[in-house]
């Protein structure tokens, strides 16, 4: 089937246009931020169908104030990347998983799904649509690709809506946390959950990240890379560190938290075959927050984060530190890792496992 596309550009009343110019663009000294690039995708949901993809040059949408999406939360995002890579190839990773995530979330909060060859179309489309915006191979920036569906029906009552908008923008970023792959000090909130345990964390949508806030804001007022979240119902075990998943290596074993309130990470999903696949053994499991004190090294994954080494964990409420890195630098094993799931992104490594796409030649 021939792809489905029409270009429109929309203008906004009041709205100041301003794209960025390339020379504005320090690739090297990028944060993880947003810049306005040449386009956007989207797609309606109406009737019960999907329309047709549109091409957009503004940023801004037309939504009616009593949008579902706005009162009731129903909205749901994803997060992956676009590499440029030393061969002069550009790629993406593991888009498809993006897409079944997506799907998951969606009947989480009862959406229609955007079908896996739509989803990876739309990716593929705005990529090259934005291709000047894709950071160079040197600068270790990425272009951030960001996915997001929302309930656009106007109406008041508590249900879900029957009309939905489904976007995608991109963004030129760098590192995630300070440093990059650099150690970084995370604290334990008990004070707060970001999700509950029979409630919305195990999907990637906003409400979840409205919920850790406050968390965060005070992780940070205390000088904290992140907050570390326990387990919501009986604050015994780990779930996950803000927005990324944890891991921790101990007797050459990957061990990462198995909980119902986690977001199911992509990259901590290949990490866990990339750590097998190095020889290691791999155990996804309830980990019991004293449990941190036997780890040689520990991690906090995601698309974002890429693998952020962490340097302690605080507990607050003990007094206790978990130490895993003495001298400030990531240990052997998170390092060889990142190593090997970053080459694999940058097409250095070969592709066994079949993760990547080339979006441009
Ligand atoms: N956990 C949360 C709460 C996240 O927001 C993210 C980011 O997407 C992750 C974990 C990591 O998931 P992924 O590796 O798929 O980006
Ligand atoms: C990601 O890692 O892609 C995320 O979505 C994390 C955060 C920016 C929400």
Known sequence: MAPRSKFITTFAAGYTRHKTKMKEIDWSNLSFGFMSTD???RCNYHNGAWGEIEVHSEDTINLSMAATCLHYGQEAFEGLKAYRCPDGKVRIFRATENAARLQATCRGLVMPEVPTDMFVEMVKKVVRLNERFIPPYESGATLYIRPLLIGTTAQVGVHPASDY???IFVTPVGPYFKGGFATN??????????SAPLGTGCYKVGG??????RANTWAHEQG???EFYLDAREKKYIDECG???????KDNTYITPKSNSILPSVTNMSLMQLAEDLGMRVERRQIPLEELGTFEEAGACGTAAVISPIERIDDPETGKSYVFSHDGQPGPISTKLYKKLVDIQY???????????VVIE
């Open 39 to 41: 386009y956007n995708v």
């Open 165 to 167: 908008l489904f976007m």
């Open 185 to 194: 000090p995370y604290v334990i909130t008990r004070d707060y959950d970001r």
């Open 208 to 213: 979840n990240y409205a919920a850790s806030l």
């Open 224 to 226: 904290y890379s992140c």
């Open 243 to 249: 927005a990324a998943n944890f891991f921790g290596i």
């Open 347 to 357: 097409g250095i490594e070969p592709d066994e496992h079949g993760w990547t796409t």
